[in-house]
Nanobody, 125 residues
Framework: QVQLVESGGGLVQAGGSLRLSCAASGRTFSSNAMAWFRQAPGKERDFVAAINGNGRTTYYADSVKGRFTISRDNAKNTVYLQMNSLKPEDTALYYC??????????????????WGQGTQVTVSS
């Protein structure tokens, strides 16, 4: 079992930055690939970024590539999402997710077994 708790969301102006954190507990953190997804009102949950267990491999959605950076600190059981150059279209509820395995980075939500409760990011124009 893995418990995930996100934090760091908030209201920011377009062009600004935020850093999201996801604290994990419950099992060996470094054996899980991790990801961030987001969901805007009335829309499906979309993949944002993923990172493998040792943090050396990352994968991004085209919409955030070059602006967002996913990273992890296995000593702190925490994964981060640094978001720069934010746009109003980045407004969404952001979720952290954990894969049961570390066998490739996936962009489909149903590949992830554990989810946090989400943290709201609102970007004003």
């Amino acid at each position: 079992q893995v418990q995930l708790v996100e934090s760091g969301g908030g209201l920011v102006q377009a062009g600004g930055s935020l850093r999201l954190s996801c604290a994990a507990s419950g099992r060996t953190f470094s054996s899980n690939a991790m990801a961030w997804f987001r969901q805007a009102p009335g829309k499906e949950r979309d993949f944002v970024a993923a990172i493998n267990g040792n943090g050396r491999t990352t994968y991004y959605a085209d919409s955030v590539k070059g602006r967002f950076t996913i990273s992890r600190d296995n000593a702190k059981n925490t994964v981060y999402l640094q978001m720069n150059s934010l746009k109003p279209e980045d407004t969404a509820l952001y979720y952290c997710a954990a894969d049961l395995t570390d066998t490739g980075l996936k962009s489909l939500a149903n590949a992830y077994s554990y989810w946090g409760q989400g943290t709201q990011v609102t970007v004003s124009s």
